[in-house]
Protein backbone atom coordinates (compact mmCIF):
# COMPACT_ATOMS: atom_id res chain seq x y z
CA UNK A 1 0.00 0.00 0.00
CA UNK A 2 1.92 3.34 -0.94
CA UNK A 3 -0.07 6.55 -0.28
CA UNK A 4 -1.10 8.47 -3.70
CA UNK A 5 0.95 12.58 -3.54
CA UNK A 6 -2.92 13.77 -3.51
CA UNK A 7 -3.54 11.56 -0.37
CA UNK A 8 -0.23 12.28 1.47
CA UNK A 9 -1.65 16.29 1.01
CA UNK A 10 -5.43 15.07 2.13
CA UNK A 11 -3.84 13.59 5.17
CA UNK A 12 -1.73 16.10 6.23
CA UNK A 13 -4.73 18.74 6.01
CA UNK A 14 -7.03 16.47 7.82
CA UNK A 15 -4.43 16.62 10.47
CA UNK A 16 -3.99 20.46 9.99
CA UNK A 17 -0.38 20.69 10.07
CA UNK A 18 1.60 22.69 8.49
CA UNK A 19 4.18 20.80 5.87
CA UNK A 20 6.88 21.76 8.45
CA UNK A 21 4.62 20.01 11.18
CA UNK A 22 3.73 17.19 9.35
CA UNK A 23 8.03 16.74 8.70
CA UNK A 24 8.87 17.38 12.26
CA UNK A 25 6.42 15.02 13.29
CA UNK A 26 7.26 12.32 11.28
CA UNK A 27 10.75 12.91 11.70
CA UNK A 28 11.60 13.54 7.95
CA UNK A 29 12.91 16.37 6.19
CA UNK A 30 10.57 18.79 5.09
CA UNK A 31 11.92 18.91 1.32
CA UNK A 32 10.64 14.94 2.15
CA UNK A 33 6.93 15.89 2.79
CA UNK A 34 7.19 18.79 -0.20
CA UNK A 35 8.47 16.01 -3.00
CA UNK A 36 5.72 13.55 -1.87
CA UNK A 37 3.34 16.03 -2.23
CA UNK A 38 4.12 17.32 -5.45
CA UNK A 39 4.68 13.52 -7.10
CA UNK A 40 8.27 14.02 -7.39
CA UNK A 41 9.11 11.17 -4.74
CA UNK A 42 6.94 9.19 -2.98
CA UNK A 43 7.28 7.39 0.27
CA UNK A 44 8.36 4.30 1.21
CA UNK A 45 5.68 1.43 1.74
CA UNK A 46 7.06 1.13 5.34
CA UNK A 47 6.93 4.90 5.62
CA UNK A 48 2.88 4.65 4.15
CA UNK A 49 2.11 1.89 7.10
CA UNK A 50 4.01 4.11 10.00
CA UNK A 51 1.66 6.84 8.56
CA UNK A 52 -1.48 4.98 8.42
CA UNK A 53 -0.47 3.60 12.34
CA UNK A 54 0.30 6.65 13.62
CA UNK A 55 -2.83 9.15 12.34
CA UNK A 56 -5.29 6.21 12.57
CA UNK A 57 -5.72 6.54 8.78
CA UNK A 58 -8.01 4.02 6.65
CA UNK A 59 -5.60 2.24 4.90
CA UNK A 60 -8.15 -0.08 3.14
CA UNK A 61 -8.61 0.74 -0.10
CA UNK A 62 -6.19 3.68 0.24
CA UNK A 63 -9.23 5.73 2.16
CA UNK A 64 -7.46 8.96 3.65
CA UNK A 65 -10.11 10.00 6.35
CA UNK A 66 -8.33 10.65 9.45
CA UNK A 67 -10.11 8.31 11.80
CA UNK A 68 -11.04 9.14 15.65
CA UNK A 69 -9.62 6.28 17.90
CA UNK A 70 -13.19 4.33 19.51
CA UNK A 71 -11.81 5.54 23.35
CA UNK A 72 -8.95 6.24 25.27
CA UNK A 73 -8.31 2.70 25.94
CA UNK A 74 -8.02 1.72 22.47
CA UNK A 75 -5.05 4.29 22.43
CA UNK A 76 -3.54 1.79 25.72
CA UNK A 77 -4.37 -1.13 24.95
CA UNK A 78 -1.16 -1.61 22.25
CA UNK A 79 1.23 -0.36 25.12
CA UNK A 80 -0.36 -2.72 27.78
CA UNK A 81 -0.27 -5.93 25.32
CA UNK A 82 3.82 -4.88 24.95
CA UNK A 83 4.15 -4.26 28.40
CA UNK A 84 2.66 -7.65 29.41
CA UNK A 85 5.21 -8.87 26.31
CA UNK A 86 8.14 -7.69 27.63
CA UNK A 87 7.09 -8.94 31.73
CA UNK A 88 6.63 -12.45 30.17
CA UNK A 89 10.16 -12.44 28.19
CA UNK A 90 11.95 -10.49 31.49
CA UNK A 91 10.42 -13.84 33.61
CA UNK A 92 11.80 -16.36 30.98
CA UNK A 93 14.89 -14.64 30.62
CA UNK A 94 15.75 -14.86 34.57
CA UNK A 95 14.15 -18.31 34.68
CA UNK A 96 16.93 -19.15 32.08
CA UNK A 97 19.83 -17.59 33.74
CA UNK A 98 18.29 -19.85 37.26
CA UNK A 99 18.87 -22.49 35.46
CA UNK A 100 22.34 -21.66 33.89
CA UNK A 101 23.61 -21.20 37.23
CA UNK A 102 22.74 -24.12 39.09
CA UNK A 103 23.75 -26.01 36.10
CA UNK A 104 26.75 -24.50 36.32
CA UNK A 105 26.60 -24.70 39.64
CA UNK A 106 26.11 -28.57 39.40
CA UNK A 107 28.84 -28.39 36.66
CA UNK A 108 31.74 -27.43 39.01
CA UNK A 109 30.79 -29.89 41.76
CA UNK A 110 31.04 -32.61 39.37
CA UNK A 111 34.46 -31.43 38.19
CA UNK A 112 35.54 -31.07 42.02
CA UNK A 113 34.17 -34.10 42.77
CA UNK A 114 36.32 -36.16 39.83
CA UNK A 115 39.75 -34.45 40.43
CA UNK A 116 39.93 -34.93 43.84
Known sequence: MI?????????????????????????????????????DRIPTEQMCYFIANKYNVGIENNKTEVKEPESSYEKEKPKENLQEKYNA??????????ENRFVKNDLISQLKKTNV
Do not use: C, P
Open 3 to 39: FSNLEIKEIRKNLHFTQKQFAKDLKVSLASIQKWESG
Open 89 to 98: LMSKYVEVLE
